[in-house]
C-alpha cells in the first residue's frame, strides 16, 4: 500500500440491518409485501413437504448413547410411535425413503397481502402478562406476532417463550418468569432448557450455521446455565422445537466398524430449506437444458466471445448449473453470456444483491432483463411466472452468489422451470451471507458442476491491492494518482476526526469525488467509531439539522432495511402525517412513524456486510484500535473493494491488518448442503 499521507494535506483543524428487519409502508410497500408473501407461501410449502414424509429419517443403526437417543426421539415422534412423554424409553433404529423434491414455486399472487396484524385484544392481553411480568409494554405486539394465537396463556404458562421475540435475550426471559411464576422457577426448568435450545439456534442462523453440532450446542446451554444440557436438547426434540440430524464423516476402517458420523442439531426452517434446495440444485445439475438455441448458435457465441467468457458461453449452452467466479471486471463475463442469450431469442434475466449493483450490471448490458435478487422473487422485478408457478426465464444469472442464504437460494431453485440453467457469479473472497449457508462456497467446494474462473483481474492500483489481500498477502502497491492512501491514527477521536474531514475536504479537493459518492465503511455499529459516532459526526458536517423527524432531515444519506438481510440505501427527501420519505434507487419509499427507529439509520457511514452488493467512486474505511477482534480476510477483502477509484485507510490497528489479512480467514459455518447433495449428484464432493 502507499506511503501513509493524506490526499491532501488539510487546511487547517455489525451483519448488518439497521433493525429489525421489519418491512415498511410506503410507495414501495408492494415489494416487501410480495416478499414476504413469497416467504409465508414458501414456508407452507416446506409444511407441505413435512407432511408428506412417510417415516424416520435414515441412518444412524449404529449410534450409540445419547446421540441414539436423540435420534429415536426424532422419528418416534415424526413417525406418531410414541407420544413425546415416553419417546426416550427407547431407540428402535428404522429408515425412511428421502422425500420427492419439489418441483415449483407457490404463485405469489400480485398485491398479496402481509400477515394480519394480531388482533387489538389479543395485544392487551399480552399487554397484560408483560406488565405483571415487569417487562416492558412495548414487546406487546412484537410478542403477539411472534407467538399468534393464545400467546398470553401461552406466556403464562411458559415465560420463556418470550424468548421468540426478536431483541429478547436470556437473562430479561429469566428476570421475567420469575416474576410471574416465584419460587416455582429455576435454572433447571424444563421450559426454560427447551426455549435456550431454540434461542440458541436462532441466534446461530444469523451467523450462517444452518445447524450446530451436538457438542457446540451443549457447551453453549451449559454457559446459559443449564444444569443438564443434553437434557434440554432431549425435551426440544420431543417437543418438535428442532430436529436432531446425523451425518457421516470419512469412511469407515473396515467391514465390522462403525461409520463415523456427527450429530446435529437445527431449526425445521433452516434444514427443510437446505434440504428443498439441495434438491432443486441436483434436479438442475441431471437434467439436460432444454434445446432452446441450436449448438451452432452456442458456439458462434462462444466464439464471439473474449477469454474465459467464451468458457461461460459454452459451460452455460450445456449444463443446468454453472459456477463463475471472478471480481468487478469479471461482470463484462455474465454480461456477454446475457447478450448472447437475449440474441438467441432466449427469456434470459440476471439478478443482483442491490440495487445499486442492479444499476451497474445493467449498464453493461446491451437490452434488458436485470433485477435485484428479492424483487425477482416477490414479483415487482423481473419476468413473472408461467401459469405453472415458475419463473417465466430459460437462463438466469444470480450475481452477488456468496450472499445467498439457504432459504433465499432455495426458493430461486425451486422457481426455475424444468430445462432452465441458472448461473451463479460471484467473488468468493468476500463476506458471506447475512443468514443461514454457505451456499456458494459449499458448491464450489462440492465440484459437481461445472466452474469457470475469470481471468480478468481487477486493473490499476485497487485492484492489485484487493488481488493480494484475496490471496492472504497485503502489498504494498505503488498509487501515484493517490489510488489508495494510508492514514495512520492514534485513537477513536482522532478516527472519527480523519474520517470526517477525508469525506468532507480532502477527498473532494484532491481526488475529485463528492463527499455523497463517497462511503465510509468501519466494523460495526457500536464503539467509540462505530457507525452511529461516525454517522452523527457527519450528519453534524455535511448536513446539520435539528432532526425534526426522529432524528432525520431531509438530505440525510440512510440505510433503510426493508427485510432482514436487506438494506438499501438512500436519501431523506421528506415527512409528513404518513411518515419518512425517502428515496432510494430512483423509487419514493414512505416509512411510517412507528418503523423508523427499527428499520432507518443515517447511512455516510456502513458496515463491511451493509455495503456488500454496491460500490462508490471513493471509499473511506476506517480500522479503529478496538477492531481488532472483527478484522478478517474476508472482512478486509469487501470493504477495501467497495472502492472505484480512491481508497483511503483509516489506519488505527498497527500490524493487526497485515496479521488479519495473512492468518484469519472467514470464520467456519456448520452447513449440511454437501452432505443432502453428495448423494443426488454423481461424483460431488470428489
Known amino acids: 500500500m502507499s506511503t501513509p499521507e493524506t490526499p491532501e494535506e488539510p487546511r487547517s483543524a455489525d451483519d448488518g440491518t439497521p433493525a429489525d428487519g421489519t418491512p415498511a409502508e410506503g410507495a414501495q410497500v408492494s415489494e416487501a409485501e410480495a416478499e414476504l408473501?413469497?416467504?409465508?407461501?414458501?414456508?407452507?410449502?416446506?409444511?407441505?413437504?413435512?407432511?408428506?414424509?412417510?417415516?424416520?429419517?435414515?441412518?444412524?443403526?449404529?449410534?450409540?448413547?445419547?446421540?441414539?437417543?436423540?435420534?429415536?426421539?426424532?422419528?418416534?415422534?415424526?413417525?406418531?410411535?410414541?407420544?413425546?412423554?415416553?419417546?426416550?424409553?427407547?431407540?428402535?433404529?428404522?429408515?425412511?425413503?428421502?422425500?420427492?423434491?419439489?418441483?415449483?414455486?407457490?404463485?405469489?399472487?400480485?398485491?398479496?397481502?402481509?400477515p394480519a396484524a394480531p388482533a387489538e385484544g389479543t395485544v392487551g392481553e399480552v399487554r397484560e402478562v408483560l406488565t405483571r411480568g415487569g417487562a416492558p409494554a412495548a414487546l406487546a405486539a412484537p410478542a403477539a406476532a411472534a407467538l399468534g394465537e393464545g400467546s398470553a396463556e401461552l406466556l403464562r404458562e411458559d415465560p420463556w417463550q418470550l424468548l421468540r421475540v426478536p431483541g429478547v435475550r436470556p437473562e430479561q426471559a429469566d428476570g421475567f418468569a420469575r416474576a410471574l411464576l416465584g419460587g416455582d422457577t429455576g435454572p433447571g426448568d424444563e421450559r426454560r432448557g427447551r426455549a435456550l435450545t431454540v434461542w440458541l439456534l436462532e441466534q446461530a442462523a444469523p451467523a450462517g450455521h444452518t445447524a450446530l453440532e451436538m457438542a457446540a450446542l451443549t457447551e453453549a446451554l451449559g454457559r446459559q446455565g443449564v444444569p443438564d444440557p443434553e437434557d434440554a436438547v432431549r425435551n426440544a426434540v420431543a417437543e418438535g422445537d428442532v430436529l436432531v440430524f446425523q451425518d457421516a464423516i470419512g469412511e469407515a476402517v473396515g467391514e465390522d466398524e462403525e461409520q463415523p458420523v456427527r450429530v446435529l442439531v437445527g431449526l425445521e426452517r433452516c434444514a427443510l430449506a437446505e434440504e428443498s434446495l439441495a434438491d432443486g440444485l441436483a434436479r438442475l445439475i441431471n437434467s439436460a437444458p432444454k434445446q432452446d438455441g441450436a449448438a451452432e448458435e452456442w458456439e458462434r457465441?462462444?466464439?464471439?466471445?473474449?477469454?474465459?467468457?467464451?468458457?461461460?458461453?459454452?459451460?452455460?449452452?450445456?449444463?443446468?448449473l454453472v459456477l463463475h467466479t471472478g471480481g468487478e471486471a469479471a461482470l463484462a463475463?455474465?454480461?456477454?453470456?446475457?447478450?448472447?442469450?437475449?440474441?438467441?431469442?432466449?427469456?434470459?434475466?440476471?439478478?443482483?444483491?442491490?440495487?445499486?449493483?442492479?444499476?451497474r450490471f445493467a449498464s453493461r448490458v446491451d437490452g434488458p432483463g436485470v433485477a435485484t435478487v428479492a424483487g425477482l422473487l416477490s414479483g415487482a422485478e423481473?419476468?413473472?411466472r408461467d401459469p405453472e408457478g415458475a419463473l417465466a426465464v430459460d437462463l438466469l444469472v444470480v450475481l452477488d452468489a456468496p450472499q445467498l442464504d439457504v432459504e433465499t437460494a432455495a426458493l430461486l431453485t425451486e422457481s426455475l422451470p424444468d430445462g432452465a440453467r441458472l448461473v451463479l457469479s460471484g467473488d468468493p473472497a468476500v463476506l458471506w451471507s447475512v443468514g443461514p449457508g454457505r451456499v456458494f462456497a459449499d458448491l464450489l467446494a462440492a465440484r459437481a458442476c461445472?466452474?469457470?474462473?475469470?481471468?480478468?483481474?481487477?486493473?490499476?492500483?485497487?485492484?492489485e491491492l484487493v488481488s493480494g489481500i484475496g490471496v492472504g498477502e497485503l502489498l504494498q502497491v505503488e498509487a501515484p494518482e493517490k489510488e489508495v492512501v494510508i492514514v495512520p491514527v492514534r485513537?477513536?477521536?482522532?478516527?472519527?476526526?480523519?474520517?470526517?474531514?477525508?469525506?468532507?475536504?480532502?477527498?473532494?479537493?484532491?481526488i475529485g469525488v463528492p463527499a455523497e459518492e463517497t462511503q465510509v465503511i468501519t466494523p460495526g455499529h457500536g464503539g467509540a467509531v462505530g457507525t452511529r459516532v461516525l454517522n452523527a459526526a457527519l450528519k453534524e458536517r455535511l448536513n446539520p439539522g435539528p432532526g425534526r423527524f426522529a432524528g432525520f432531515d431531509p438530505g440525510d444519506r440512510v440505510a433503510w432495511s426493508?427485510?432482514?438481510?436487506?438494506?438499501?440505501?438512500?436519501?431523506?427527501?421528506?415527512?409528513?402525517?404518513?411518515?419518512?420519505?425517502?428515496?432510494?434507487?430512483?423509487?419514493?419509499?414512505?416509512?411510517?412513524?412507528?418503523?423508523?427507529?427499527?428499520?432507518?439509520?443515517?447511512?455516510?457511514?456502513?458496515?463491511?456486510?451493509?455495503?456488500?452488493?454496491?460500490r462508490w467512486p471513493a471509499a473511506v474505511v476506517v480500522l479503529p484500535g478496538?477492531?481488532?477482534?472483527?478484522?478478517?480476510?474476508?472482512?478486509?477483502?469487501?470493504?477495501?473493494?467497495?472502492?472505484?477509484?480512491?481508497?483511503?485507510?483509516v489506519h488505527g490497528v498497527d500490524q493487526a491488518l497485515q496479521r488479519a489479512v495473512a492468518e484469519v480467514p472467514a470464520k467456519p459455518r456448520t452447513t449440511r448442503l454437501p452432505v443432502l447433495l453428495a448423494p443426488q449428484v454423481p461424483g460431488a464432493g470428489e
Not at 463475463?333 to 444499476?359: F, N, Q
Not at 480478468?456 to 492500483?461: A, I, Q
Not at 419514493?588 to 412507528?594: F, I, L, W
Request: with cysteine; hydrophobic share 40%; aromatic share 2%.
Open 382 to 384: 423481473g419476468p413473472g
Open 37 to 114: 408473501a413469497a416467504q409465508r407461501l414458501e414456508r407452507e410449502r416446506i409444511e407441505r413437504r413435512k407432511a408428506e414424509r412417510q417415516g424416520p429419517i435414515e441412518a444412524g443403526t449404529k449410534l450409540s448413547g445419547t446421540a441414539a437417543e436423540l435420534l429415536a426421539a426424532v422419528r418416534a415422534v415424526e413417525s406418531g410411535e410414541k407420544p413425546p412423554a415416553t419417546v426416550f424409553e427407547e431407540a428402535r433404529p428404522a429408515r425412511r425413503p428421502a422425500p420427492e423434491p419439489v418441483r415449483r414455486a407457490p404463485v405469489v399472487p400480485e398485491g398479496s397481502p402481509v
Open 626 to 649: 478496538d477492531a481488532v477482534p472483527a478484522l478478517s480476510r474476508p472482512w478486509i477483502y469487501t470493504a477495501f473493494s467497495r472502492a472505484d477509484r480512491h481508497l483511503s485507510v
Open 491 to 510: 485513537d477513536a477521536g482522532e478516527a472519527v476526526h480523519r474520517t470526517v474531514q477525508l469525506v468532507a475536504d480532502s477527498v473532494p479537493r484532491a
Open 333 to 359: 463475463e455474465p454480461a456477454a453470456l446475457l447478450d448472447a442469450a437475449h440474441g438467441m431469442g432466449l427469456r434470459a434475466w440476471a439478478a443482483t444483491h442491490s440495487p445499486v449493483g442492479r444499476e
Open 562 to 614: 426493508p427485510a432482514p438481510g436487506r438494506v438499501l440505501p438512500g436519501r431523506v427527501v421528506g415527512a409528513d402525517a404518513e411518515g419518512l420519505r425517502l428515496d432510494c434507487a430512483g423509487g419514493t419509499v414512505v416509512v411510517p412513524r412507528d418503523r423508523v427507529e427499527q428499520t432507518v439509520r443515517h447511512g455516510w457511514a456502513l458496515t463491511a456486510h451493509q455495503a456488500v452488493g454496491s
Open 450 to 463: 461445472p466452474q469457470v474462473a475469470s481471468r480478468r483481474p481487477d486493473p490499476g492500483p485497487l485492484g
Open 301 to 320: 457465441a462462444a466464439a464471439a466471445a473474449e477469454r474465459s467468457a467464451a468458457d461461460l458461453v459454452r459451460a452455460a449452452s450445456g449444463h443446468g
